[in-house]
């Protein structure tokens, strides 16, 4: 497993592990069984709060609220994990982060959450992309254009599918409707994914930043179950190749902006 980056471990900081990118990718099983080991630690005060770092070999996992029709139409294994959130797929060119933090209680998901998107919005701008939040809907995205004034992909707005079936699949409607062609259609995309689980007060899982995947894995599934938007990646939108090398110092750094200078307060009950 990965060594802990050479970052400071006292009270209020945040310890960074690097687990393996590239070739040392590590495979999704492993690194869930190495949260649950570094969960533990975090809850019994062994170590200060630590985010692991790495990318995944090509894997779908499903998070709780997960259908059945937004799954894999071939058959493709499927790993069902214990996080928030729905589907979506994990692979190369994708910066993966697992925060595992101990929050006060009760509670408050919502906020950790939002710490998250700041980081990846942050992270996003230094790379001179905006990225932003759409309300009611986790993660980071990139908005597009109104609907009006989209292309349909050679149809009227009135033959749209998506927008007049109620049992519209994308997964079924070839490459013109695929999640990885949103940007084409110029509709809103998701840049950075979200799924946590808090258990005793510590948070587990985290995010995904797409920095340069091959995202036509998600054409085979209805990412995080939205039907009317697709996926992108820094590397798709500033048109030229952003590796997940060149965003990670990036993402360190606005991680421990956010995280070590916010007081969480226990929710509101």
Known sequence: MGQ??????GNGELRFVHLGFGAEAVEYLEAWQEQRRVHSARFADEIPDTCLLLEHPPVYTAGRRTADDERPLDGTPVVDVDRGGKITWHGPGQLIGYPILKLPRPVDVVAHVRRLEEAMIRSCAEFGLEATR???RSG???LGDPVESRPAAGLSLDLDPRLNQDEYDPRLMGPEYAPSNAGQRREDRKLGAIGVRVAKGVTMHGFSLNCDPDNTWFDRIVPCGIRDAGVTSLSNELGGNVPVSEVLPVVE???????ETAHPVPRAV
Request: charged share 20%.
């Open 140 to 142: 980071v995205w990139v």
């Open 4 to 9: 802990p980056a050479a970052h400071g471990q």
């Open 253 to 259: 750094k606005h991680l421990r902006e956010v995280l």
């Open 134 to 136: 759409i309300e009611g």
